[in-house]
């Protein structure tokens, strides 16, 4: 606990603490994005490092907050931290204020740090664990600290990624709580002047960037899409594990979770399997790269037909609609196809838009538009007749941002 | 209460020992009408176990694993039976149903098979993962890769049609490994051969007036090609299918370095993709399968099974005008 932090607020800051965690962890988990500004004022400058210089910075900060829609989480180490939806320009007010108050010198400004939730969810773990006295030398570290902190030191960064730098980071992720890479994203029917979004199901997805940077820091596995593909099969067979518990299965509700082919024939999904009965199955949507697909077709010919003789509803994950021609007109039997939306898409003209058209299937319910993360895609959805979205501004309008 | 006996060595059990559970459910089968199903070979055997698990532990049944492989569900339900059957010949596998008491003689054959069988052989020594790239690293310069030539009947006689430059990830991993860490290796040996194209190294028994067709590992395009090693037409990169996602960013850099693409893994499942409007190339690579009889290829004559395969791979080549692959010395 931070020295200088009066005791009757300890219990307070350790509440905030906990909650800005859970907030941290709760938009990893569903995507929703949220700026934040960490101030960090327990390393205010030496002769500045006084109670009540904080207590003047926060009831300077305060009212610039409290009419906005952000939070201020008062944290056990002093530290200040604001959270706000997107795009959270009250917080650039609130950083340029604190330098006037406290002077605007280098080191000053690097008391405030800002951060993006969903995707340094990791760092603000870290910051709240700071904060709450855990990252004291010779304290037994966490299971997630160990996680966050083992690839720093990484020997091996910079160089090409090898089998033996994949049987390493294997043993890592074994130990490693992985819900912080966690994403659930939801696909919601959204029609035009139609009411809100209808939730159809929700999407389990890995941070896979994220957790390759903190697996093999500084290493990139674009060289070698083979090792790549096999730390995706062992994060697949960690995903599916974790849902083959009672717990788990308890108030399921549909769901999605993209997969290799190869991992349908691995046992943790036939436990997955015994486990759900068949009306579960049915809300259960198993989704194929078309990459993947590509890359092991017998794989993929034992994971469909598995799949259809069970009952779980299939999709095409996440194509760029360059690739469209290289699938077959009947999805090759599968369910949905799941379109990933890019601006190139916006810059068709008439008969590369009338081509992309022909090549979705004609029961438009069957197509789903991902990456739909500003209103202008939705609305190249609608034209195309496309009614089903997934991305950030789903989430948003679900969260009511 | 038994006394303490005297020490002796203990003999082995017999190999064919069952467990009391088996030997219950025998007994019961021999006792009581139940059904069964035995799968001697399925396609993926953790999917057969499943599903005849599944059938057991709904019905009271047991699946027996002789040591010579398969499956045997035993004092199962009708019920439960059909469904796992329904199941495992979905998947394309084979499975044959039992009925007892009056398929006993079937179950006491395998029983009795089941003693003479030896015990589960000890997995081949597989290379080590970690390392593999040092030791191809460590290879020899002819080690990891071949030369084996395109070739079709026409008329009475073989035309050839090219010869590719293989890799040969066996030399590097060998037993049952993962298809990643197979990908991987693939990937290892490909970069050794293009490292070599680009010095110019191209094997010795290269014949020069037949194209050459370059394996590929599967990797983001790189910014420079070497050229082919001369200026005749039909140099092609033979890519793994997995690279079809950036199929038009290595056909431009292909062709600004003189060559044309190729195609390795395809299947019958995807045998519609071997069209240019699809898939760009000159040759499309296919391990044979009773499958690809089935299929439509689109264009036979740019197709090629590789490894030839058995004679219904020649029938099928020579009635349809596919192209195979030989080693030099065939």
Redesign the interface.
């Known amino acids: 606990m931070n020295a200088l932090s009066p005791p009757r607020e300890t219990a307070a800051a350790n509440r905030d603490a906990l909650a800005l965690a859970t907030l941290a962890r709760e938009s990893a988990a569903t995507g929703v994005e949220r700026r934040v500004l960490h101030l960090r004022l327990s390393t205010m400058p030496a002769g500045r490092n006084r109670l009540h210089h904080q207590r003047l910075l926060r009831e300077a900060l305060l009212p610039l907050l409290r009419p906005t829609r952000a939070r201020l989480f008062d944290l056990p180490s002093g530290d200040l931290v604001a959270v706000s939806p997107p795009p959270g320009e009250h917080l650039e007010l609130v950083r340029a204020t604190m330098l006037k108050l406290l002077g605007e010198e280098e080191e000053t400004a690097a008391m405030a740090q800002e951060l993006r939730l969903p995707t340094q969810a990791a760092a603000l773990l870290a910051v709240v664990e700071a904060a709450l006295g855990l990252g004291g030398e010779g304290r037994p570290a966490s299971q997630m600290r160990a996680w966050m902190q083992a690839p720093a030191a990484n020997p091996r960064a910079g160089k090409p990624a090898t089998a033996g730098d994949i049987l390493a980071a294997e043993a890592a992720l074994a130990r490693a709580d992985l819900s912080v890479h966690h994403r659930w994203q939801t696909v919601c029917a959204l029609v035009d002047r139609g009411p809100g979004p209808q939730v159809l199901w929700r999407e389990l997805r890995l941070a896979e960037a994220d957790l390759e940077a903190a697996l093999l820091p500084h290493q990139s596995l674009d060289p070698t899409p083979w090792l790549r593909r096999r730390l995706r099969a062992r994060l697949d067979k960690r995903a599916l594990a974790q849902w083959a518990r009672p717990e788990e299965l308890r108030g399921f509700t549909p769901r999605a979770i993209p997969l290799l082919p190869a991992s349908v024939a691995e046992e943790e999904f036939m436990r997955l399997d015994a486990m759900l009965p068949a009306g579960m199955r049915l809300q259960l949507t198993l989704g194929f790269g078309l990459p993947d697909i590509l890359a092991d077709p017998d794989a993929f010919d034992i994971a469909r037909r598995f799949a259809r003789l069970r009952g779980y509803r299939t999709a095409v994950d996440d194509v760029d609609a360059s690739l469209l021609p290289l699938l077959p007109p009947d999805l090759f039997g599968l369910d949905v196809l799941k379109l990933h939306f890019t601006p190139a898409l916006l810059e068709l003209d008439g008969p590369g838009r009338a081509a992309l058209e022909a090549s979705l299937p004609a029961e438009r319910e069957r197509v789903v538009l991902s990456g739909a993360d500003e209103p202008i895609m939705v609305g190249w959805g609608w034209e195309r007749g496309i009614t089903r979205f997934q991305g950030r501004m789903i989430e948003q309008r679900l969260s009511g941002g | 209460m038994r006394q303490m006996q005297p020490s002796h060595p203990s003999p082995s059990p017999p190999a064919a020992t069952l467990s009391a559970g088996l030997t219950e459910m025998v007994r019961r089968c021999q006792a009581a009408e139940c059904a069964g199903l035995e799968v001697p070979a399925p396609?993926?055997p953790?999917?057969a176990?499943?599903a005849l698990?599944?059938a057991a532990n709904s019905s009271g049944g047991l699946v027996w694993r002789p040591r010579r492989g398969g499956f045997w569900l035993l004092g199962a339900t009708q019920g439960a039976t059909q469904r796992a059957r329904?199941?495992i010949e979905?998947?394309?596998w084979a499975a044959t149903p039992l009925a007892f008491p009056n398929d006993m003689a079937l179950l006491e054959a395998a029983l009795a098979a089941e003693g003479e069988a030896a015990g589960p052989s000890p997995p081949a020594a597989a290379a080590p993962?970690?390392?593999?790239?040092e030791r191809a690293a460590r290879m020899g310069p002819e080690a990891g890769h071949g030369l084996t030539t395109l070739w079709r009947m026409e008329g009475a006689a073989p035309r050839l049609l090219g010869q590719r430059w293989m890799v040969e990830p066996e030399a590097l991993l060998h037993g049952a490994v993962?298809?990643?860490?197979r990908?991987?290796a693939?990937?290892l040996l490909g970069a050794r051969l293009l490292a070599r194209a680009h010095v110019g190294q191209w094997p010795a028994e290269r014949k020069p007036t037949l194209p050459l067709l370059l394996d590929m590992p599967?990797?983001?395009p790189p910014e420079q090609l070497p050229p082919p090693p001369d200026s005749r037409p039909g140099h092609a990169l033979v890519l793994?299918?997995?690279a079809?996602?950036d199929a038009?960013a290595w056909l431009a850099l292909a062709g600004a370095a003189g060559w044309g693409l190729a195609w390795n893994?395809?299947?019958a499942?995807?045998a519609?993709?071997a069209t240019p409007?699809?898939?760009p190339g000159e040759w499309f690579f296919a391990r044979f399968s009773p499958a690809a009889t089935e299929a439509a290829w689109p264009r036979p004559e740019r197709l090629a099974f590789c490894p030839t395969g058995d004679r219904a791979a020649l029938a099928f080549a020579l009635g349809h005008g596919v192209a195979m692959c030989s080693r030099m010395e065939a």
């Open positions: 396609g993926v953790v999917i176990a499943a698990e599944e329904a199941l979905g998947m394309g993962l970690a390392g593999m790239e993962e298809q990643n860490w990908g991987h693939q990937g599967w990797m983001p793994p299918l997995a079809a996602a038009q893994g395809l299947t499942s995807l519609w993709l409007e699809r898939l």
